[in-house]
């Protein structure tokens, strides 16, 4: 069975920082694409950061230069470094584990149900006040 647990949300004030953390197991982490997804109240389910299988990186315009993803040493725990946070970043955050090429930028809404190809955690909450 595959499970993704995220930690790391709370509130913060603006300027201030967290950092996520994913750990995930059952999954084949070779040849995956990871990423993080928020949802923020009256909006889609966006995609705000990825990490492909290539050790490539990507991130929406509104967290260039101010947030960072990673992997661990085994791969198997995944993180968001966010910094410079903002009150329109409050949401709940999703980690996010797929085969190759399965990710896409937007979801109507998270998490969706889970599929043999992308899995879901359950999402933890960042809150930054002004």
């Known amino acids: 069975e595959v499970q993704l647990m995220e930690s790391g949300g709370g509130s913060v004030a603006t300027g201030g920082s967290l950092r996520l953390s994913c750990v995930i197991s059952?999954?084949?982490?070779?040849?995956?694409?990871m990423a993080w997804y928020r949802q923020i109240p009256g909006n889609g389910c966006e995609m705000v950061s990825s990490?492909?299988?290539?050790?490539?990186?990507d991130y929406v315009d509104s967290v260039k230069g101010r947030w960072t993803i990673s992997r661990g040493n085994t791969k198997s725990t995944l993180y968001l470094q966010m910094s410079n946070l903002e009150p329109g970043d409050t949401a709940v955050y999703y980690c996010?584990?797929?085969?190759?090429?399965?990710?896409?930028?937007?979801?109507?809404?998270?998490?969706?149900?889970?599929?043999?190809?992308?899995?879901w955690g359950k999402g933890t909450q960042v809150t930054v006040s002004s």
């Open positions: 990490l492909s299988a290539d050790g490539s990186t």
């Open positions: 059952g999954f084949p982490f070779d040849d995956s694409d």
């Open positions: 996010v584990a797929a085969h190759r090429f399965h990710l896409v930028p937007v979801v109507p809404t998270c998490p969706p149900p889970n599929t043999h190809y992308v899995y």
